[in-house]
């Protein structure tokens, strides 16, 4: 945590030291928090244009689901620092009520796949704060798509 707040200070030094006055915006604070962690884990991700990152572990089917699909999943929700939030093994749910980041991100594996999901807030909860995740949390989730549905 110590060297997230280090990083998130030298950004905003180096912003600030830059001739012009520069605003450090959330998602910009959340990017390099994602790619501090990946860096950290030695992880390589994809990034789609609204910022979502990802890695695909095992593809899955052939087929994908729409982002209006039933699916059943088993997923871990983690924090930037390791803190699970959530989990389950068989979850059931329409995949257009969940957060944007799954909506997404899902779509990307087909039944039987595994991904890994690193969310920015503004494809999570945002600044509200919800349950145990702070306001302006970056969500990392570990799905399996057991199955899914199309309409």
């Given amino acids: ?80 620092n390791g803190t699970i939030f959530d989990q389950s093994t068989n979850f059931p749910g329409d995949l257009s009520q969940m957060i944007a980041g799954w909506k997404e991100g899902i779509p990307l594996i087909g039944a039987g796949g595994k991904i890994k999901l690193l969310i920015p807030s503004s494809l999570g909860y945002g600044n509200q704060a919800k349950g ?7 969500l990392i989730f570990d799905v399996t798509l057991h199955s899914f549905t199309n309409p």
């Avoid at 593809?59 to 059943?72: H, L, Q, R, V, Y």
């Avoid at 145990?132 to 970056?138: E, F, G, L, M, Q």
Wanted: hydrophobic share 40%; proline share 2%; charged share 15%.
């Fill in 1 to 80: 945590m110590r060297k997230l707040i280090f990083l998130l200070i030298a950004v905003t030094l180096f912003a600030s030291s830059c001739g012009e006055k520069q605003v450090v915006t959330q998602a910009q604070l959340e990017q390099v928090a994602i790619e501090k962690y990946l860096s950290d884990n030695q992880l390589e991700a994809q990034t789609t244009s609204s910022g979502l990152h990802y890695i695909i572990k095992l593809t899955g089917s052939s087929e994908k689901p729409t982002s209006e699909a039933s699916i059943t999943v088993g997923y871990i929700g983690k924090l930037l």
């Fill in 132 to 138: 145990k995740i702070p306001a302006n949390s970056v």
